[in-house]
């Protein structure tokens, strides 16, 4: 059994391999009548997309997305959608070496030792390519709740986070680490180019915030909303750690601490803090929903790594290609589609309990 499909009430279906001729996603539950267009979706994919900078893999792929079903004259019909995006840029033959041995850190073994062969090319499924689909998915559910807001950014790198002092949420665009504090994306271009050089990778940190969630979003016990949002991340490729609020350092604090006063307001209660990330029993308080996630380095890299071969036999694999010295910096738009799609699920879901 293979799962391929995420969500309940509004579902995605991601297909393709990364070299294979295309990838894709198929989404399901979408009300009808949602104006939408492929111009909607692109500038989503065009944050993800590869080689719009030195710091991330030359692979040049467009990532120009098609509809092939589920819109007619401009809106949902509220039939599946069917999205595709051709891949136009491989390269199989920098793959020889990883058909014969497996990329420590890499999927290569678990996928030989579950199916008993692989794609090797790139990593098949478990390549980053397949997170385009996710994105292109992520960008339909937000038309579902254009009352939400959603901001992803990068934290830190290799270690190296930013200043919260100096966050500035324009600045996010305006680099090519999706930073927001300009101080930090100056350190980190010497940080990773030194990396890159060195045939090299290394790790990062997301950060996300969605505003606008209305308080009663999710559900309790088997179908939390912080639940879903972690395993929703925690699906992404290269995706090691997941924390919803204060996640790990609320279990430094005391209960006075970590508790989110309320007083009262004007339309609701008015939080005096947010240690647990907008999230209170599974469900939405309707303050900012907050999460941080972890990437680990690049498991494709120039550096020699001791591993074996199909036989069991030592040797050592060096990966040749086009990689990214740090896949994180293209994981935010990745983490922000897929908070997207949980909080649409979860919308409609919410609809179809509570009217």
């Not at 065009?46 to 900078?53: I, K, L, M, V, Y």
């Not at 992520?138 to 830190?156: D, H, K, S």
Request: glycine share 12%.
């Amino acid at each position: 059994m293979s799962y391929n499909t995420f969500g309940h009430a509004f579902r995605f279906t991601t297909w393709g391999e990364s070299h294979g001729p295309a990838i894709g996603a198929v989404v399901d539950g979408c009300p009808p009548g949602i104006a939408i267009t492929e111009s909607d979706l692109q500038p989503f994919l065009d944050q993800r997309r590869p080689g719009t900078s030195r710091f991330t893999t030359q692979r040049q792929e467009p990532d120009q997305v098609r509809i092939l079903s589920g819109v007619f004259e401009g809106r949902t019909t509220g039939t599946p959608i069917s999205l595709m995006i051709d891949n136009v840029d491989q390269r199989s033959k920098d793959y020889s070496d990883v058909a014969k041995a497996y990329r420590p850190g890499h999927a290569d073994y678990a996928y030989d030792a579950k199916y008993g062969f692989r794609d090797y090319r790139g990593g098949g499924r478990s390549s980053a390519r397949e997170t385009a689909s996710r994105v292109a998915a992520g960008a339909v559910a937000r038309l579902v709740i254009p009352e939400v807001t959603i901001t992803a950014w990068v934290e830190a790198i290799g270690g190296d986070a930013i200043d919260p002092a100096n966050f500035d949420a324009d600045e996010i665009a305006r680099n090519p680490f999706f930073c927001p504090d300009p101080v930090a994306a100056a350190r980190w271009e010497t940080l990773v180019d030194s990396a890159r050089k060195a045939g090299s990778s290394l790790g990062a940190v997301i950060g996300c915030a969605a505003t606008g969630v209305p308080a009663g979003w999710g559900a309790p016990l088997y179908a939390k909303l912080d639940a879903e949002l972690a395993a929703a991340c925690m699906g992404i490729n290269a995706v090691k750690g997941v924390e919803i609020g204060d996640g790990f350092t609320a279990a430094t604090l005391r209960g006075e601490d970590n508790a989110d006063a309320m007083r009262p307001g004007e339309n609701g209660p008015a939080f005096l803090a947010n240690h647990a990330g907008g999230i209170a029993g599974g469900i939405a308080t309707g303050q900012p929903i907050t999460l941080r996630v972890a990437f680990k380095p690049t498991a494709s890299i120039l550096t020699p790594v001791e591993t074996i071969d199909r036989s069991g036999a030592a040797t050592e694999i060096m990966t040749k290609g086009r990689h990214d010295p740090c896949v994180g910096i293209r994981g935010a738009p990745v983490v922000a589609a897929m908070v997207a799609l949980v909080l649409a699920d979860h919308k409609l879901l919410h609809r179809a309990q509570v009217g």
